[in-house]
């Protein structure tokens, strides 16, 4: 089994590609550019939750969706405004 060598060079390349992404990714999310359809997956992964507490949300009425030919799908814009909603802010007693 062949061994592969990576050096600093292969190292610093792939920070700047790395980088290169990152920057592209908050810039879109900066000028609202992300996707504006989010399937399952995604938003399973955007909001941390199994597929079960996914159907839940839905059935519930707490995230609208829409399906299209048997695929449904999450308005990225209206995810961000339940989450904003249900905003639970605590006071602290100074």
Known sequence: MPANIITTDDLREFKMELLDDIKNLLSKQATGKLKKYLKSSEVMDLLQVSPGTLQ???????????????IIYYDAE????????NRVQHKLNS
């Open 56 to 70: 839940n949300l839905r059935i519930n009425g707490t995230l609208p969706y829409t399906k299209v030919g048997g």
């Open 78 to 85: 209206e995810i961000q405004g339940v989450m904003t909603s």
